[in-house]
């Protein structure tokens, strides 16, 4: 059974920087296009950020774009994501997810593996 493990989160003051992890186990991890999304309270869990098999294809919702990075080392199958420039608005769980396709609208129906989630929380 796969399973992903998120570490990383934490709280930090607005334009500060975090780097998220996402350890996977027991699942095909260099053939899995990945994912990262967010849920803040009141709303419903959103993707952020997408990444190809080989990383050679990534996406970012606009609200992130240029602030936030995805990548991956297959090799250690672990999954991250580099933000900087974090905003109030960034406060939220953040769920990495496996086995998924990145041309494909980035919804929960469309990723097979979950992580547990981690809270981030970033203060004015």
């Known amino acids: 059974q796969g399973q992903l493990v998120e570490s990383g989160g934490g709280s930090v003051q607005a334009g500060g920087a975090l780097r998220l992890s996402c350890a996977a186990s027991?699942?095909?991890?260099?053939?899995?296009?990945m994912a990262w999304f967010r849920q803040s309270p009141g709303n419903e869990r959103k993707g952020v950020s997408c990444?190809?098999?080989?990383?050679?294809?990534?996406t970012y919702i606009d609200s992130v774009q240029g602030r936030f990075a995805i990548s991956r080392d297959n090799a250690k199958n672990t999954l991250y994501l580099q933000m900087k420039k974090l905003e109030p608005e960034d406060t939220a769980i953040y769920y990495c997810?496996?086995?998924?396709?990145?041309?494909?609208?980035?919804?929960?129906?469309?990723?097979?593996?979950w992580g547990q989630g981690i809270q981030v929380t970033v203060s004015s």
């Open positions: 990444i190809s098999w080989n990383g050679r294809t990534t």
């Open positions: 997810a496996a086995r998924g396709d990145c041309s494909e609208p980035m919804v929960d129906s469309n990723f097979q593996y």
């Open positions: 027991g699942l095909n991890f260099d053939i899995y296009d």
